[in-house]
């Protein structure tokens, strides 16, 4: 899960930083009117790297009728209007969770699993893989557990670049939970 830090995020500082006031005048996130809300309340974008055609694994919702690569605050806003108002907003909590490798994120997966029995019914039940683009939006640097943040370009759609490549759980064990 992600901190919970007021307004910004400490992150790993692996590459050289891209000037974020480039960053802001030459594109626009596809959320860019709530990032330039928690900005406006103090809130800092973390440092952000072109991603290069990086590999990439997220968790998605195998099933039909589910939305994928959507950010928390965007699939749940009241909860972004109550983080505002207790000052705790995040804006990490508008980027997409990715892991460098499916193997990092099976891992996460199950201690996420572990911790919280039903987390496939807030994050996903399977695995999705897809490379990103420098012009699909940029990203944060990753942790030693393979997480990183995505900020996405206003044009991006990973729903057209991801699939899903493994179920995380078995249709057996939902109905057993």
């Known amino acids: 899960m992600r901190p919970r830090v007021p307004c910004s995020r400490k992150e790993n500082k692996t590459r050289p930083v891209p000037r974020k006031k480039e960053i802001m005048n030459e594109v626009k996130f596809k959320y860019q009117k709530q990032i330039d809300e ?21 968790f998605a919702f195998s099933g039909e ?3 994928n690569h959507v950010p928390q605050y965007m699939s749940n806003p009241k909860r972004m209007l109550q983080d505002m ?5 995040n804006i990490s909590l508008l980027s997409l969770s990715c892991f460098t490798s499916a193997e990092k994120a099976e891992s996460f997966f199950t201690n996420l699993r572990k911790a919280f029995k039903n987390v496939q019914y807030s994050i996903g039940d ?10 699909d939006g940029i990203m944060t640097s ?3 557990n393979g997480h990183f943040d995505f900020y996405e370009y206003e044009a991006c759609d990973l729903n057209k670049t991801f699939q899903i490549t493994k179920r995380l759980i ?3 064990n939902d109905e057993n939970d």
């Open 65 to 67: 009728g589910h939305v």
């Open 142 to 144: 990753a942790a030693t």
């Open 38 to 58: 928690l900005l406006a309340m103090g809130c800092q974008l973390p440092e952000l790297f072109a991603p290069n055609n990086l590999q990439a694994c997220r």
């Open 85 to 89: 108002g207790k000052e705790k907003a």
């Open 170 to 172: 078995e249709e057996k």
């Open 126 to 135: 399977s695995l999705s893989e897809g490379h990103l683009a420098n012009e």
